[in-house]
């Protein structure tokens, strides 16, 4: 964990033009709160579809398995925001008037 650290702090500390707006930096600006939301009921639906599958308990599915979820999560949490405006609105509770 350390040496990841160490790295990720000083890429985020560096003065990359690339690293300046990725578009995952956008998406975690904009998604991270309904990605945070939606990821649970994500690993609902998708476990029982994988549970037959002999690469289940394979480590290499271990370690996949979290990022499927996050692209599962992500593309759903796309389509809400681009088909159901108010059901994303209401997902972050921007429909509150303060």
């Known amino acids: ?5 160490v790295g990720m702090t000083g890429l ?3 003065d990359l033009k690339f690293l300046q707006h990725p578009l995952l930096s956008k998406w975690g600006n904009e998604y991270s ?3 945070y939301l939606i990821h649970p009921a994500m690993i609902f639906m998708v476990s029982p579809l994988i549970s037959g599958f002999s690469f289940e308990k ?6 996949l398995f979290p990022a499927v ?3 599962i999560s ?6 809400i925001h ?14 509150i008037k303060e």
């Open 12 to 14: 985020a500390l560096s």
């Open 33 to 35: 709160l309904g990605i």
């Open 82 to 95: 681009k088909y159901l405006p108010k059901g994303f609105n209401i997902l972050f509770g921007t429909h």
């Open 69 to 71: 979820i996050f692209c």
């Open 58 to 63: 394979t480590a290499a599915w271990q370690i």
């Open 1 to 5: 964990t350390i040496p990841f650290t």
């Open 74 to 79: 992500l593309a759903v949490l796309n389509l």
